[in-house]
């Protein structure tokens, strides 16, 4: 199994400038879940889908982020318009379902925005 | 909100030590505790989950406690490698399926 997939694994971009996160979960898996993670405020939990439908996007910071899962197999996190305090590491993360199933994690994109 | 708290932060032993990991949250009602490995640059590796019906979890060296009532879990680490240099870090998961994550222990076993 390849697990989850994340591209690309390093980004650097200009404050201003939109950025697209891409995560593949692990094939069979319902949920989907996108983390941040910073040195300041840890691991958080920014949305989560299960079967392709958003849930809960209360974790999302600001409208200038958004998330969409056009099918099982795939999802976006996308920034618009960056700002330097959005660099942090983002996680994608799956699991089976929602109710006591471990959550597998993805390699992380790294984000820097100048 | 559910809070959850590692202490300590950081943690050196050398190798052999046993190691214990502390955790705590403040809302008993969890659906259950998860305890993750992460490597410096990697993403996080499920170690173990403790479902909220269950006291503890174990596999291979690693045994994981869970005790609602005073919010507390443990991580225990028996004969420690140089391997297990890691951050380990717990979440708790709430009613709402989402993970509440501490800050971590960074842990060094020294060879």
């Known amino acids: 199994d390849a697990g989850v997939i994340q591209s690309p694994r390093h980004e650097v971009t200009e404050m201003g400038q939109e950025v697209t996160l891409r995560c593949k979960p692990i094939?069979?898996?319902?949920?989907l879940f996108w983390y941040r993670q910073t040195m300041m405020r840890g691991l958080e939990l920014l949305i989560y889908f299960n079967n392709n439908v958003p849930i809960d996007d209360s974790g999302m910071p600001e409208d200038r982020f958004s998330a969409k899962m056009p099918n099982a197999s795939f999802s976006t996190l996308k920034i618009q318009p960056s700002e330097p305090r959005d660099s942090a590491v983002y996680f994608c993360?799956?699991?089976?379902?929602?109710?006591?199933?471990?959550?597998?994690f993805g390699p992380g994109t790294r984000l820097l925005v100048l | 909100k559910q809070e959850v708290t590692q202490i300590p932060a950081a943690l050196s032993v050398p190798e052999g030590e046993n190691l214990v990991l502390n955790c705590s949250f403040t809302?008993?009602?969890?659906?259950?505790l998860q305890w993750f490995r992460q490597d410096p640059g990697k993403g996080l590796t499920s170690l173990l989950l403790?479902?909220?019906?269950?006291r503890e979890q174990t596999s291979g060296r690693l045994n994981a406690s869970l005790d609602k009532s005073s919010g507390r879990s443990t991580l225990y680490i028996a004969a420690s490698q140089p391997g297990d240099s890691a951050t380990y870090l717990c979440a708790a998961s709430s009613n709402d399926y989402k993970l509440s994550f501490g800050a971590g222990t960074t842990v060094t076993v020294r060879a």
């Open positions: 809302d008993s009602a969890i659906y259950n």
């Open positions: 993360a799956s699991s089976w379902g929602l109710a006591d199933e471990t959550q597998y």
């Open positions: 403790i479902q909220s019906s269950q």
């Open positions: 094939s069979g898996h319902n949920s």
